[in-house]
């Protein structure tokens, strides 16, 4: 069964997240998601505090840049939250935000190399291990962890490049694909995953991140077309769009059903439904919803109340 997770806007106030968080394991999400994007709040900080006021939710931070902390301390804020809610929190790390990186002057010349070698050395010291490693990006000499956690918390690497897909399936815990990475394209990274790692102790772990917008249809595709639009405009995702057959910014009517049903979980209920399905059929293990609209809160309530219980087998309402 998919693990079905939510997102908590990375422009919703950082003050509203305990509530938040509090209410969507209530409303029986599996995960909740936060955001780090430059200069809103830190993803570390909020995923800590979504995990102080909950008990069962799995908490993900998605994504943390690799150039921005030294991995050695990357490594350390993970250990301390690992080690204080055991088995509950997932970490994805990519390039950031190119613009960003270079405003802070955290762009490595070889980004897909420094991604590789952070990754691997916050996995080396969380599992404990000793690590000398010097790369393009890091160097670290006789560094280890005082105490590692019991549990590792996952390490995902947030990419949609293909040297980066090959990267995921051979140094991280699994692959986190941001919105936009319909159906056609986990299909897609599941084959060059499986290209990547030719004998897997286990199988990669893929988590996508998927738009949300349940209601009428025509509405819901609707309110879609903006985000996609920005999506295609931002000239970021070759791959994915091209996978969903998009080859420019849609038109400013409710955009075609066929590429609502490739890009997100649009519609009425039994739509969702059948977008959630789509999903997993695909590949993506861990399913997590990005709500369309500054009425974020009720699509998350609407989608618990009318397509969670369907997707579990059972139709009674989330309270």
């Not at 080396?124 to 549990?151: F, H, K, Q």
């Not at 490049?161 to 941001?178: K, T």
């Not at 639009?229 to 009517?253: C, N």
Request: include cysteine.
């Amino acid at each position: 069964m998919t693990s079905i997770g939510a997102v908590f806007p990375a422009r919703a106030p950082a003050e509203a997240l305990p509530a938040f968080a509090a209410r969507a394991e209530v409303l029986g999400y599996d995960e909740l998601w936060v955001v780090e994007d430059c200069f809103l709040s830190g993803g570390l900080t909020l995923a800590t505090a979504a995990l102080a006021v909950t008990e069962r939710l799995r908490v993900g931070i998605g994504l943390l840049p690799a150039a921005v902390r030294n991995p050695a301390i990357a490594a350390m804020e993970i250990a301390t939250i690992g080690r204080l809610y055991p088995g509950r929190l997932t970490v994805a790390i990519g390039h950031g935000v190119e613009s960003w990186m270079t405003q802070i002057g955290a762009r490595p010349a070889k980004r897909v190399a420094a991604l590789g070698e952070v990754i691997t050395a916050i996995r080396m010291l969380l599992a404990g291990e000793t690590v000398n490693a010097t790369g393009s990006w890091i160097e670290l000499a006789s560094v280890a962890l005082d105490t590692p956690p019991d549990v590792p918390p996952s390490i995902l690497a947030g990419t949609t490049g293909p040297q980066g897909i090959a990267l995921a399936a051979r140094r991280a815990d699994g692959l986190l694909l941001p919105e936009g990475c319909g159906p056609k394209f986990i299909a897609h990274a599941r084959q060059l995953t499986a290209r990547a790692r030719r004998d897997p102790p286990c199988p990669l772990e893929i988590v996508v991140y998927a738009w949300l917008r349940i209601g009428e249809d025509r509405a819901a595709r609707t309110a879609l077309t903006e985000a996609v639009s920005h999506w295609v405009d931002s000239g970021l995702y070759a791959g994915p769009m091209r996978e969903a057959g998009i080859d420019r910014s849609p038109d400013l009517g409710p955009i075609d059903r066929q590429v609502a049903d490739e890009l997100a979980i649009v519609g009425t209920g039994a739509e969702c439904v059948a977008g959630v399905e789509r999903f997993g059929d695909a590949g993506a293990q861990r399913l997590i919803l990005a709500a369309l609209g500054a009425d974020f809160s009720d699509q998350y309530e609407m989608f618990a109340k009318e397509v969670l219980p369907v997707c579990r087998g059972s139709h009674k309402p989330a309270s």
